[in-house]
């Protein structure tokens, strides 16, 4: 099946430092989503990316949706201890599901 | 803001024994899913469901499950004898149309005992 590719799989920061992860596939694709989860939720849309090249922000993130479709990068500006979690991406398999990539997790060291 | 809801958040079962699943999806939302996420690992999908039947499904999904929108509203996932390696989180999530984003649940976590 479809496979998503995230790195780092983990990354400790300090508070205020900026980060950058990213995500990768072996096939296009013509959506992709980056989510976040915390501990005993459920995933958090953050971003949604419908065109390659295209460059979306939400406050302190923004995320870019590579060129060739195949990746995506999600940046964090002046990380803060709430940002703690795992980001996952996921593409949107062509209306059928989403599939997810196995997640970076973040901490964010005060 | 809308939200998708799912009951309960904690269900503990038996081996063995049947178990329903229930979400109440954003309401005018058309598109229903649900994802299953083993402890540490990725969210993994399980089935989509559009317009009252199945419109695609993954290998995880076996005759062991089926899923039903009784009304309106709820749309649940039943697992009809559980295992073990059914201990799991599982999200519903929903969607207006085909080409947004899907909206998630905060789950139900599911230990099979």
């Known amino acids: 099946g479809q496979q998503l590719n995230q790195s780092p799989q983990s990354m400790f920061i300090q508070e205020g430092e900026d980060v950058s992860m990213n995500c990768t596939s072996s096939?296009?694709?013509?959506?992709w989503l980056w989510y976040k989860q915390e501990p005993g939720e459920g995933p958090v849309l953050l971003i949604a990316?419908?065109?390659?090249?295209e460059l979306t922000s939400n406050g302190r993130l923004t995320a870019q949706f590579g060129i060739t479709r195949k990746d995506s990068f999600l940046n964090i500006s002046a990380s803060i201890p709430s940002d703690v979690g795992i980001y996952f991406c996921?593409?949107?398999?062509?209306?059928?599901?989403?599939?997810f990539g196995p997640g970076t997790r973040l901490s964010v060291l005060p | 803001e809308p939200e998708v809801t799912q009951t309960p958040s904690h269900q503990v079962t038996q081996m063995g024994q049947e178990v329903i699943l229930r979400c109440v999806p954003i309401?005018?939302?058309?598109?229903f899913y649900w994802y299953r996420q083993i402890l540490g690992q990725k969210v993994e999908f399980l089935v989509s469901?559009?317009?009252?039947?199945?419109?695609?499904k993954s290998e995880i999904f076996d005759d062991q499950f089926s899923v039903e929108r009784p009304d309106g509203s709820n749309f649940t996932l039943k697992i009809r004898s559980t295992k073990l390696e059914d201990s799991a989180m599982y999200f519903c999530?929903?969607?207006?149309?085909?080409?947004?984003?899907?909206?998630f649940g905060d789950g139900t976590r599911l230990s099979i005992l």
């Open positions: 999530a929903s969607r207006g149309l085909s080409n947004q984003p899907q909206h």
């Open positions: 096939s296009i694709f013509n959506t």
């Open positions: 990316l419908y065109k390659a090249g």
């Open positions: 996921a593409v949107d398999n062509y209306g059928q599901n989403f599939v």
């Open positions: 309401s005018n939302h058309l598109y």
């Open positions: 469901f559009y317009n009252n039947e199945i419109s695609e």
